[in-house]
């Protein structure tokens, strides 16, 4: 079966700490990944996402993500985090269906927080 | 540049009320689109995808429904209301091709039913 996995449901840095969330899937055939973020009140923000090529992704107000096929993983990084990227975060995997675009299936998210 | 409008973005309604909730995409034609609800402190459960006009299919039984009457408008309705249905609720779209996109998200609509 299809399934993501964040096994942090929240987390908790330092500012100016490095972060990594974690991110593992299960997916028949390569899967197409994808990282959200979610301020409160807020929808969803694509942060990065990775189809294919270099294993590692560069986004949106500094974060990466690596994929590592052995793994099955799909880890999200910041060298440093700021107090503004506390939010949800969102992993998410998904399929093509032939003309029909994609689904995806989003993991539990994990609620980052930040101390000063 | 496509968009996502969905509102009202706050609403509280009584049990056994009728609900509606519309989500419009611009600046693209034929998208994806989909209704998630998020509930508190859990993650997201998709309700309703479509992948065109009158084409809704349902991914959890419940008394919501979703119609798609128009390429790019989406709307989510209810005749009766649970407490249950409490929630915020996400529309988002997503291209149509060879690839998978990912999704665009609407701003949410926040619903509490008292």
């Known amino acids: 079966a299809q399934s993501v996995t964040q096994p942090d449901i929240h987390i908790t840095v330092s500012e100016g700490a490095s972060l990594e969330l974690r991110c593992n899937y299960s997916?028949?055939?390569?899967?197409?990944l994808f990282w959200y973020v979610q301020s409160p009140g807020q929808g969803l923000q694509l942060l990065l996402k990775y189809f294919s090529g270099d294993t590692l992704v560069q986004g949106i107000k500094g974060f990466e993500a690596e994929f590592k096929r052995s793994q099955s993983s799909f880890n999200l990084r910041k060298p440093s985090v700021h107090w503004s990227d506390a939010a949800e975060y969102f992993c998410a995997v998904g399929a093509v269906f032939y003309n029909q675009g994609g689904k995806l299936i989003f993991g539990q998210g994990t609620e980052l927080s930040v101390k000063p | 540049s496509q968009t996502i409008h969905q509102w009202p973005a706050t609403l509280v309604q009584p049990v056994g009320s009728p609900l509606s909730l519309e989500c419009t995409v611009e600046g693209t034609s034929n998208p994806n689109l989909y209704w998630y609800r998020q509930a508190a402190g859990r993650g997201l459960q998709l309700l309703f995808y479509?992948?065109?006009?009158?084409?809704i299919s349902s991914e959890v039984p419940q008394n919501l429904s979703a119609s798609r009457p128009q390429d790019r408008q989406f709307i989510l309705s209810s005749k009766k209301l649970l407490l249950s249905d409490s929630g915020f609720y996400l529309c988002a779209w997503s291209r149509v091709g060879g690839q998978n996109y990912g999704y665009t998200f609407g701003s949410g609509t926040r619903l509490t039913v008292v």
């Open positions: 479509s992948v065109g006009i009158g084409q």
């Open positions: 997916y028949g055939a390569t899967p197409y």
